[in-house]
Nanobody, 114 residues
């Protein structure tokens, strides 16, 4: 059974940081590209970050360098370090394993507010 379990979300003040984790089981993690998406209330889900199996990363241009995506294949885990968080970053964040078959995590809520 494939599972992607996100963690690390929560409430943070503007300007703060959070690190999200997504741990996979039931797949050969190292062979999957991993993506982070987010969905804010009443908005479409958007791609935030991508990391391929070799560690190459790309990011949504709107992030302006505030987020860093990394992976540890030994731990079957992908990370999203989010810095200088702003209220517009408030959303449910999902990880996604991209391969011949793709899988979604259940999401973790990130709320940026005073």
């Amino acid at each position: 059974q494939v599972q992607l379990v996100e963690s690390g979300g929560g409430l943070v003040q503007p300007g703060g940081s959070l690190r999200l984790s997504c741990t996979a089981s039931g797949i050969i993690f190292s062979s999957y590209a991993m993506k982070w998406y987010r969905q804010a209330p009443e908005k479409q889900r958007e791609l935030v970050a991508f990391i391929n199996s070799g560690g190459l990363t790309t990011y949504a241009a709107s992030l302006k360098g505030r987020f860093t995506n990394s992976r540890d294949n030994a731990k079957n885990t992908v990370y999203l370090q989010m810095n200088r968080l702003q209220p517009e970053d408030t959303a449910v964040y999902y990880c996604h394993a991209s391969g011949l078959t793709s899988y979604w995590g259940q999401g973790t809520q990130v709320t940026v507010s005073t």
